[in-house]
């Protein structure tokens, strides 16, 4: 993984080097993360979204508009076009078996209920935004127009921690305590790994003062791995991949202009 990170760190220094002349935005936000993973049994409601944890991240925006002609700026791709170099922290997601499997009052129902995952994750992500409103009209502090949905489509390298207990004991020193799938040789993986995924999304920013915006965002990241979770069983039910579903919102900070930083 370490050319993927040499390869997104030269991108960023060249967006930097030649983004003298661009407009720049800084931002921060806060949301709820849920991982569906292989824990609990898929297409159910409790296993997609109580598996979940908090999420923070920083974020860098570089635009183009500032480079549109004067009398064209509604039809230049550009003019609905930023990209944004973002770091995230994904903490305390805690994952639990759910469906009808662990509600079963057999013993592998009872060993799947005291089988308790956690995860932290750090996100490294490159991005494209395109708006549907031209940029140079939004972000104009005395602008009529006060928000301006977008679409997002980036890559990420992942970084991430697993940690495995069960509440009926140590299962390092019994591994009797886990479900019969689980041990087997290979079929658990917890401790550090990295990974990469693809994020859509879709999110809105809301203008409320000259320089700050209010946004929201929804985004789907899917990785690339299946060993997320750390749980690695060569069963069908721990086939697909990991995926994860992230909602969050923040503000963002205009830096180049020169106006009042409140109405």
């Not at 301006?148 to 697993?162: A, E, H, L, Q, R």
């Not at 009797?176 to 993986?189: H, M, N, Q, T």
Request: glycine share 8%.
């Amino acid at each position: 993984m370490k050319p993927l990170i040499t390869i997104i760190f030269v991108i960023v220094s060249i967006l930097e080097f030649k983004a003298q002349h661009y407009t720049h935005d800084i931002g921060v936000f806060v949301g709820t993360s849920s991982l569906q993973a292989d824990y609990g049994q898929r297409g159910n409601f409790a296993s997609e979204w109580n598996n979940n944890g908090i999420s923070f991240s920083v974020a860098h925006y570089l635009s183009f508009y500032n480079r549109t002609l004067r009398w064209d700026p509604n039809n230049v791709l550009h003019n609905h076009l930023m990209v944004k170099t973002e770091l995230q922290y994904l903490s305390n997601i805690k994952l639990e078996h759910h469906g009808k499997w662990a509600r079963s009052t057999s013993q592998a129902g009872e060993q799947l209920r005291a089988m308790k995952g956690s995860l932290r994750m750090l996100n490294l992500g490159l991005h494209l935004e395109y708006y549907y409103r031209p940029l140079e009209e939004f972000v104009y502090p005395y602008s009529d127009i006060w928000v301006n949905p977008y679409f997002t489509f980036g890559v990420k390298y992942v970084s991430y921690t697993t940690g495995l207990r069960s509440d009926l004991g140590d299962w390092t020193e019994d591994i009797s305590v886990l479900p019969e799938k689980y041990r087997f040789p290979g079929a658990l993986d917890i401790g550090p790994g990295d990974a990469i995924s693809l994020a859509l999304g879709l999110g809105a920013r809301f203008k409320v003062a000259p320089k700050i915006d209010l946004v929201t965002q929804f985004n789907y990241q899917y990785f690339f791995s299946d060993k997320i979770d750390g749980l690695q069983a060569n069963v069908i039910e721990n086939k697909n991949n990991e995926w994860l579903v992230n909602i969050q919102f923040g503000f963002v900070y205009h830096l180049n202009f020169n106006t009042p930083l409140f109405y």
